[in-house]
């Protein structure tokens, strides 16, 4: 048999997550099956996987290249690295005078409609240079790196208008070029209604549909278009609108969904046929059948819900039990999630969702990576896919969620190159 040559080989394994053999996000009880091979190894050239498998069958199948770097993973887990599919990365300004109001007793969105909260964010990234936010985006994605994460969605709607709304994405695009994290680019215009369209909300909607979106999408700075649908925000009859007007324009919907009241944002999801689904603390039983049906992926945010100090979580289980694929996110955003922290997201996603750790890592791996349409690229450790790989300082994956709040990233190698570590 002719050799494969490869330039990175890990080898030993104890468990090697391969999340591989199935086409599309995982459901129901594929969600517990992680393909997982003991005593584990993996082989790339050129940033791809060439070969994944036992040792022993690798090391045979494989001629190392002058130069490749050969690492032991004995005694480890090896993943492919976390993918986040729903993040507010690129902001002015930073709202810890919330946090106190919050802890007093104030309600997120009574912040929002007192002029703070997302808004405050909007002022601070108006006055912000494309530089500024280009250096603060640059730590936030060294956090995720660290953290094991390879790939982020970014969403833009701190501008809320043409000028900043376009700046974000411009920066969103700079720090997909300039860090090893790869970057995938959402117009969330939709995110609220800016302060001088005060009483004009329709005109502000007008203005996404008619001059926004069409900017957006003319320049090429979006993959998809997304919506803070809520009552007292986006409502749903607004959101159909900008999402359909998105689609006109080839930006794949994603939505904001029944996050504080149920309002049918699950349903609009399947009606619009959403890539997903995001929050969803609230959905019906309606909305559950619907996105099962129509296969959206539902974006779980627990930390969220954690950092609201919410009495509820998203119901997880029932999502699972239905055959909706789950996702997980950090939702990482200045005002109701401020980390990069993506393994505390799976202890949170046990402890308050009572998903199982394999569950868990199935979430924030390949369905992520569904979430934002790059399944075919990552999230999974199969040949031909990005050598995005974690080594984990972790005997086996339970351990992983089970130490909470800690980093168990040991090494991260993107495209092939070891980044971390
Ligand atoms: O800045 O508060 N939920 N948008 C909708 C956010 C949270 C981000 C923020
Ligand atoms: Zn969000």
Request: proline residues 4%; negative net charge; glycine residues 10%.
């Amino acid at each position: 048999m002719m050799q494969l040559s490869a330039d990175l080989l890990i080898t030993g394994a104890a468990q090697l997550l391969t999340f591989s053999g199935l086409d599309g996000p995982r459901t129901g009880s594929e969600m517990s099956n992680l393909s997982l091979v003991e005593d584990g190894a993996l082989a790339a050239r050129d940033g791809k996987i060439v070969a994944v498998g036992k040792t022993s069958e690798v090391v045979k199948n494989v001629a190392l290249l002058p130069g490749a770097q050969v690492v032991s993973a004995h005694g480890k887990v090896v993943m492919p690295c976390f993918v986040d599919p729903h993040t507010h990365l690129v902001c002015g300004g930073s709202r810890e005078g919330e946090f106190l109001l919050r802890l007093d007793g104030a309600e997120y969105l009574d912040i929002l409609a007192a002029g703070g909260g997302i808004l405050s964010t909007v002022k601070a990234t108006r006055q912000a240079s494309e530089a500024e936010l280009l250096q603060k985006g640059l730590k936030l994605l060294d956090h995720f790196l660290c953290a094991g994460v390879g790939t982020v969605e970014a969403k833009s709607g701190y501008g809320l208008d043409m000028e900043t709304e376009l700046k974000q994405l411009r920066v969103a695009h700079s720090l997909d070029n300039t860090h090893p994290v790869d970057v995938v680019h959402t117009f969330l215009g939709a995110h609220a209604f800016p302060p001088e369209f005060a009483g004009r909300r329709e005109e502000y909607v007008d203005l996404i549909v008619g001059e926004l979106i069409p900017k957006v999408a003319a320049e090429g700075l979006a993959e998809f278009c997304d919506v803070f649908c809520e009552n007292t925000v986006f409502t749903i009859e607004q959101s159909r609108k900008i999402l359909e007007a998105g689609k006109q324009h080839g930006l794949k919907p994603k939505i904001h969904a029944d996050e504080i009241v149920s309002c049918g944002g699950a349903e609009l999801a399947a009606e619009v046929g959403a890539v997903s689904a995001d929050h969803l603390l609230q959905i019906s039983n309606q909305g559950i059948k619907k996105m099962a049906e129509a296969k959206i992926v539902a974006v779980l945010l627990p930390g969220t819900a954690f950092f609201l100090m919410k009495d509820k979580f998203a119901p997880a289980r029932r999502l699972i039990e239905a055959g909706v694929p789950v996702a997980l996110s950090t939702d990482s955003n200045p005002g109701s999630s401020p980390t990069q922290a993506m393994a505390l997201i799976l202890s949170l996603a046990c402890l308050g969702m009572k998903m199982k750790p394999a569950e868990a890592l199935t979430a924030a791996t390949i369905n992520a990576a569904y979430a934002i349409d790059r399944g075919h690229l990552v999230g999974s450790l199969e040949v031909g896919k990005k050598a995005d790989i974690l080594i984990m300082d972790a005997p086996n994956y339970n351990y992983i969620p089970y130490h909470y709040g800690i980093n168990l990233v040991e090494t991260v190698f993107k495209n092939g190159k070891k980044v971390v570590g």
